[in-house]
């Protein structure tokens, strides 16, 4: 195995295109180095990223927010502003594993790994957010909700690698929420997780929904009906029931060790109404 | 496999060493530098046996490898104390008997005075959930929070 680390992701980029053996991206490296030690993937090369310095930064811009590919998770919780603009994306990433693996692991991989299960996704997904790449052929840029395609793959070719993650700049009254459920208090994987961002008119109606679903599914699912039912409603019990029944009713969950079917379908649909109503709270309490 | 010479800190003191790459930072502290205080239990970062901080940041020293820790400042439990003289948390975690087979105990410190650097005031829960990234299977945790938060309560005093 080699181990590079470029100073820029063109480097990195043409590094990883041109091996021919198996070559993966490192930034935090807590999923990947699991799977080096357990003997689940055996490297020909690794290629570590962290020294591009906009892989590191945190930057916000006219039109939102620009996390970079290996910024930490412990990073993201102490940025005050961006936790202020987007409380759930954070809290999200932030219930990633314990204090030790918050120093090391980021969004990025998080979604890279494309566990249906990854806590931050939904919440990105609900947010909006667009996964910035750089590969052979220049950058591109996509909705996160196209990068994992199934549990473990990735829709990103030989030589791409996610620069950085973009947030759209909040309007005024907006809010977002992530929960998941687990059957611990911490350092669990979800059985079910939501990610709900919204927005309200001046006179406290949703005018503009994204609701995501985790765990429930192969990917996370972004579910376009769910939004549908809380958008031109003041999130009334009806229109949180309406919420509720499209979220269970998009689910195509599997049984697994950490829940059944229904149960799953079921929960799905009373955790999308509670991180509604958390959404729905914060969005009044923004100016 | 290409050998990696790297140039690092460790607790504040300049080290040289050369590692494969596939090699974690875990190994490179105990095998090749001998500071066998950082333990390995799980090799997956669930146990905390192995914490370290990197840049003052808390991290598990078996995610890492070693080749990525050049240029920067790694601490471990060899650090803690000065000299002879033991830092108040490991006082504490005597005086309170929070340690039975001590195989977590260096990674519950270093956890320990990762948070009460962040945090000098933490509530018990705030202490549970900073420190549920290490695993005790002797305690039973209650000795090891009291611990800390006595520990905590004599650095502001002091």
């Known amino acids: ?287 | 496999m290409s050998a990696v010479t790297v140039n690092a800190k460790i607790n504040g003191d300049p080290v040289e060493f050369v590692c494969e790459p596939d090699e974690t930072l875990l190994d490179v502290l105990r095998n090749r530098l001998g500071m066998t205080g950082a333990k390995e239990g799980c090799s997956t970062g669930d146990c905390g046996a192995c914490s370290v901080t990197i840049d003052g940041r808390l991290t598990c020293s078996c995610l890492v490898l070693g080749a990525e820790v050049e240029g920067l400042n790694i601490g471990t439990i060899e650090g803690m104390a000065n000299g002879e003289k033991l830092h108040p948390l490991q006082k504490k975690f005597l005086e309170h008997a929070a340690l039975q087979c001590g195989v977590c105990t260096p990674g519950f410190l270093v956890a320990a005075k990762s948070l009460l650097d962040h945090n000098p005031k933490p509530t018990e829960t705030e202490v549970r959930f900073a420190l549920a990234g290490n695993l005790c299977r002797c305690t039973g945790y209650d000795k090891i929070v009291r611990a800390v938060m006595d520990a905590a309560a004599e650095m502001r005093r002091a």
Do not use: H
């Open chain 1, 1 to 287: 195995m080699r181990y590079e680390r470029p100073n820029t992701l063109q480097a990195a980029s043409q590094l990883l295109a041109k091996e021919k053996g198996s070559a993966y991206v490192l930034a935090g490296g807590t999923d990947l180095l699991v799977r080096l030690r357990t003997g689940f993937v055996e490297p020909d090369l690794i290629v570590d990223i962290k020294r591009v310095a906009v892989t590191r930064t945190i930057a916000k811009g006219a039109t939102g927010w620009k996390i970079g590919a290996a910024v930490t998770g412990a990073e993201l919780g102490e940025n005050a502003a961006l936790k202020k603009a987007w409380p759930g994306v954070v809290e999200a990433a932030n219930l990633i594993g314990s204090k030790q693996v918050q120093g090391r692991c980021t969004m990025t991989g998080n979604l890279c790994n494309a566990s249906p299960a990854a806590d931050s996704v939904p919440a990105l997904v609900a947010a909006g957010a667009k996964a910035v790449i750089v590969g052979p052929k220049g950058r591109r840029t996509i909705p996160v909700e196209q990068v994992p395609v199934g549990p473990g793959k990735t829709s990103l070719k030989k030589g791409e690698i996610i620069e950085s993650l973009l947030l759209p700049a909040r309007p005024a009254r907006s809010g977002d929420a992530y929960l998941r459920f687990i059957p611990r208090t911490e350092m669990d994987i979800a059985v079910v997780g939501v990610g709900v961002s919204l927005t309200l008119d001046a006179k406290g109606v949703v005018k503009d929904a994204r609701v995501a679903l985790g765990a429930v599914a192969p990917t996370v699912l972004l579910v376009p009906e769910a939004a549908k039912a809380i958008i031109g409603t003041k999130l009334d019990a009806r229109a949180m029931d309406a919420l509720a029944a499209a979220c269970s009713a998009a689910c195509k969950p599997i049984d697994d060790k950490r829940g059944t079917k229904d149960y799953r379908i079921k929960v799905a649909g009373v955790l999308a109404k509670r991180a509604a109503r958390i959404a729905l709270d914060r969005a009044k309490g923004s100016k």
